[in-house]
């Protein structure tokens, strides 16, 4: 099981046109990243994150 502070975001054309379907920017996804309010494992070993973005939006982000 991998810690939280390894993790590095892979920005591929599957990630980046996943997150444009939810309305999300690369951009948001590091700031929530970076702005962590809450983190825990999900099924699959999966890590979720709740974060806040600079204006304030607060946004999950699932990796796996």
């Known amino acids: 099981m991998k810690s ?3 993790i590095i975001l892979i920005w591929d ?3 980046r046109d996943h997150i444009k379907k ?3 920017t ?3 996804v590091e700031q929530a990243f970076n ?3 809450f983190i825990k494992r999900s099924y ?3 890590v979720v994150i709740f974060g806040k973005t600079d204006n304030e939006r607060f946004i ?3 990796l796996f």
Do not use: G, M, P, S
């Open 35 to 37: 702005n962590k309010v």
């Open 13 to 15: 054309k599957w990630n």
């Open 26 to 28: 690369v951009a948001e």
């Open 4 to 6: 939280v502070k390894d």
């Open 22 to 24: 939810h309305k999300v």
């Open 44 to 46: 699959l070993d999966r």
């Open 60 to 62: 999950t982000v699932v």
